[in-house]
């Protein structure tokens, strides 16, 4: 009896020990594929990154080529000068990695948007640039028309492929760990082990996965929206997607300085959601930045941006919140004009004022008009301009927080520039529930005090 006891302890250790060790051959054959496929995935991701600014450089060409057009004048090219010399490296990038991981059929989508690009070149862009009121100047328009749906249709294309490879890896993971968990669910001490090693690799896979999609998130949001250093000015963003996608859409915050004095502050909002209202949102920042060259009241720059938007728009729905301040350093005055934008708030101290709106939203009709307003700061006065995505926040019976509920939370915040922000970002997220509604874009400018020296000093907050 003992005998056998022992026999079978033998036999059942042995069993467990031949288990064991075919588990964890297993278990490394299955981390190791596990980690290649993330690998794989990673690469594809960053690829893929790469597509989305190639495709953001044609939607620059196109917008400075669409606003010099409509508006006649020549400083609207500057996103297309800019675009233009950075469109082949990046396309090189994108067709070596398809070479690298045999992707042929990225090939001929490939060729084909390098082709096509170059003839919209030198075929549409060139010659209205250059002859803009030419006799065929109808004509040229046409077929860029053509040649841009054809290279749309060329990303559309690059764009499945890239998303197949990625769901193939992510495809190749979900099996592997089924696999993993199959093979070991006969013996307890085994299951126990796939499944640790199993989790332990799942986890680090959905962590390096949110890592990297929060890195596509800030490169695609910080093509749109960003702010020029200045000396006299701390200040402080925050942006919040209402949806768990790729944050393309339609908020922007600028600050831009426009001469030695002079800066642009601009918080916009435009209808609607993903490449059509990323379109716009850049023709709004670069038309504006533009049009203040020129002229020094916000109500006339955005008059002329108005008529320019609505001659320009592809879809006849489309309209922009918009509140545009000009800044001067020499005497710390603030003249601002706010179409329809109604989040916009001024601190000082401990009081909060709510700077009125002066015109109607852009996009309605060309002949409305818009009015500017001066306000003379003082060091430490604070701008809070936000999205309607602050005031509009609803808490769980659905009640709007309101421009006195976001003017009472300024109030009680942090008074330095990026903590009042992050506050009142995590403010929206506990009054809502964590349910964010809307897009939430926010810019707080701090001006700095002045030194014995005269010279202001400051410096961003990120």
Not at 57 to 74: F, M, N, P, S, V
Not at 274 to 301: H, M, Q, W
């Amino acid at each position: 009896m003992t005998s056998r006891s022992l026999g079978g302890t033998f036999v059942a250790g042995a069993i467990l020990a031949i288990a064991l060790g075919i588990s964890v051959f297993g278990s490394i054959i299955t981390y190791s594929e596990l980690n290649a496929s993330f690998d794989r995935e990673i690469a594809v991701a960053r690829a893929r990154d790469q597509y989305a600014l190639l495709y953001r450089l044609t939607l620059d060409e196109e917008t400075g080529l669409r606003g010099y057009l409509a508006a006649g004048q020549k400083s609207f090219l500057r996103p297309y000068y800019d675009a233009r010399p950075r469109f082949d490296p990046t396309w090189r990038q994108i067709e070596r990695f398809a070479r690298a991981t045999n992707l042929s059929e990225a090939a001929v989508p490939l060729r084909d948007l390098r082709t096509t690009h170059r003839r919209w070149l030198r075929e549409v862009s060139d010659p209205l640039i250059g002859h803009p009121t030419a006799p065929s100047a109808l004509a040229w328009q046409k077929h860029g028309k053509f040649l841009t749906d054809r290279m749309r249709g060329d990303f559309h294309r690059l764009d499945n492929v890239l998303q197949g490879q990625i769901n193939a890896a992510v495809n190749t993971a979900r099996t592997l760990l089924i696999r993993a968990s199959t093979s070991t669910a006969a013996l307890i001490l085994l299951f126990g082990l796939a499944a640790l090693v199993a989790d332990i690799v799942r986890s680090r896979t959905q962590v390096a996965l949110e890592k990297e999609r929060n890195v596509a998130d800030t490169l695609q949001r910080a093509f749109l929206s960003g702010w020029d250093v200045l000396p006299y000015l701390r200040v402080g963003t925050a942006y919040v997607s209402a949806t768990g996608e790729t944050a393309i859409g339609g908020d922007l915050f600028d600050v831009h300085r426009l001469d030695e004095h002079r800066s642009i502050v601009l918080v916009a909002d435009v209808s609607g959601k993903g490449i059509g209202a990323a379109v716009e949102t850049a023709f709004v920042k670069y038309s504006v930045r533009a049009l203040a060259d020129d002229d020094n009241d916000p109500g006339v720059i955005l008059e002329k941006f108005n008529r320019s938007f609505i001659r320009s728009a592809t879809d006849l729905g489309s309209f922009v919140v918009v509140f545009l301040g000009l800044l001067d350093d020499r005497d710390l005055s603030l003249r601002y004009a706010s179409a329809g934008h109604g989040p916009a708030y001024l601190r000082r101290g401990s009081d909060v004022e709510q700077l009125p709106v002066t015109g109607p939203v852009v996009g309605l009709a060309p002949e409305n008009t818009f009015f500017s307003t001066r306000v003379a700061l003082q060091p430490g006065d604070t701008l809070i301009v936000a999205t309607d995505g602050l005031t509009e926040a609803r808490d769980n019976t659905g009640t709007m927080l309101q421009d006195e509920g976001a003017m009472r939370w300024i109030r009680s915040s942090s008074p330095e520039p990026q903590p009042l922000a992050d506050d009142l970002v995590r403010r929206v997220s506990v009054y809502s529930g964590g349910r964010i509604a809307d897009d939430l874009a926010l810019l707080v400018i701090q001006v700095t005090p002045v030194g014995a020296s005269g010279e202001r000093r400051g410096r961003p907050e990120r």
